[in-house]
């Protein structure tokens, strides 16, 4: 049986929803998304329709919107996006089960709308109507569709020929998809197409899914290996991936990341501060999630001004494997703080950076030793203490001392959401 998919896109979602949080038209009012106690570098987050009918890029810096435009700055509130998200999946579920939604990201969702075609007595087109209909009267949000007989042509139908359809959904089939996204430069507009692999596929001459279909499938399976099959599936707008499959996924192996941009250039020592309270943060969470730790990983990133660059580089780091699982915090900060001192140029200038905690594994209770300390039982009893304070009054309740040195950004972070304001 030929299935039918959705995907759903909440058009320019941070600022419509900050358009309508203030009674005004994302369509026709002049509106980004930025924190306006960052430099004018800082990059928006989102912009209104009303901007980009007006050439303003998305995802600009604010400094690059034409001096003759003017605008609304609205601060990112990511407490309230999350919160608007939720209410708009909730919408999604009156009318399908959660078995056949997967939810992409904030603002974006799949649904398998095969079993609800009949249901409901409609076509394709109309229950992805319906759908949009019904998150416009209660939120006033816009909703952007895409129609597939599968999950890829469904993304594919969102991001190229949705935006261009009068009603904003944009349908796709195999034969469709030859006569409409074929020939569709540039390639990186296709789902999974970054950067990167368009320069690999433009060596072997490839610059549209087209060209990909031409090239040998060995020449494609050399060049990128298991990703070579995704990639001619895809150029012949196949996708065999299902939503059971989804749903049914268990990842091999698991990590726990952490990762920021720092506001200048940090020296040395003040880049370690910040590393150790990420370290803290990762720590406290391996905890709360009653994992072990087979490995640390930890990435340094320069500044134009780094030492670093007289090496030919701009970042440095490694990992390092540990001799059991554990979820010790005084040995992993350790493992951290020589992984830290062993990889990094002291003379740099440091902007980024990213450590993980990897080949997690559920924890097993360290056996009791008579004639041992107790430290580590110590330790996960303060751990524990931590996590219940912060689960009942927020992250910013308990914060250790070292956040309280100059650099330091834990403070800051704990008022946060994936970086930008809560």
Request: some cysteine; glycine content about 8%; proline content about 4%.
């Amino acid at each position: 049986m030929e299935r039918s998919y959705v995907c759903i896109d909440l058009k320019s979602f941070y600022a419509s929803v900050e358009c309508v949080d203030r009674g005004l038209d994302p369509f026709s009012t002049n509106l980004v998304v930025a924190d306006p106690e960052r430099t004018d570098k800082t990059i928006c987050l989102a912009i209104t329709p009303a901007m980009k009918a007006l050439g303003v890029k998305n995802r600009c810096r604010v400094f690059e919107i034409p001096p003759n435009i003017s605008y609304i700055m609205a601060t990112p509130r990511m407490q309230r996006y999350l919160d608007v998200s939720a209410q708009i999946y909730a919408i999604y579920l009156r009318y399908v089960s959660p078995d056949d939604a997967h939810v992409y990201s904030v603002d974006e969702c799949f649904i398998d709308a095969t079993p609800y075609l009949g249901l409901y007595h409609v076509e394709a087109r109309a229950f992805a109507r319906m759908l949009a209909d019904a998150v416009f009267s209660e939120t006033g949000i816009c909703a952007t569709v895409g129609i597939g007989t599968n999950l890829f042509l469904a993304k594919v139908a969102l991001d190229i020929t949705a935006k261009h359809a009068p009603d904003n959904i944009g349908v796709l089939d195999e034969r469709s998809f030859r006569e409409q996204v074929w020939f569709h430069q540039p390639i990186t507009d296709i789902w999974g197409i970054g950067p990167g692999i368009a320069r690999r596929l433009a060596s072997h001459g490839a610059f549209d899914l087209a060209g990909v279909a031409a090239l040998r499938p060995e020449v494609v399976m050399r060049e990128f290996g298991k990703n070579g099959e995704l990639l001619i599936d895809h150029a012949w707008g196949l996708e065999p991936c299902t939503m059971a499959d989804i749903h049914a996924y268990r990842p091999q192996g698991y990590s726990l990341s952490s990762g920021q941009v720092l506001p200048c250039d940090y020296t040395y020592d003040d880049a370690r501060t910040v590393m150790r309270e990420m370290a803290e943060e990762s720590l406290l969470e391996l905890h709360a999630q009653q994992l072990a730790a087979g490995g640390v990983s930890l990435h340094v990133g320069y500044s134009r001004r780094a030492a670093a660059e007289e090496y030919g580089t701009g970042f440095t780091g490694g990992s390092r494997r540990l001799p059991a699982h554990t979820s010790s915090r005084s040995y992993l900060l350790e493992c951290f703080d020589e992984l830290f001192a062993a990889t990094t140029f002291r003379a740099g200038f440091i902007r980024r950076l990213s450590l993980a905690l990897v080949d997690l594994s559920r924890d097993c209770q360290p056996e009791l030793d008579l004639f041992g300390d107790d430290r580590e039982r110590r330790e996960r009893d303060l751990l524990a203490a931590v996590s219940k304070v912060r689960t009942r009054f927020g992250r910013s309740a308990v914060m250790r001392g070292l956040s309280l040195k100059e650099g330091a950004t834990g403070l800051e972070r704990s008022r946060q959401i994936g970086g930008h304001r809560a």
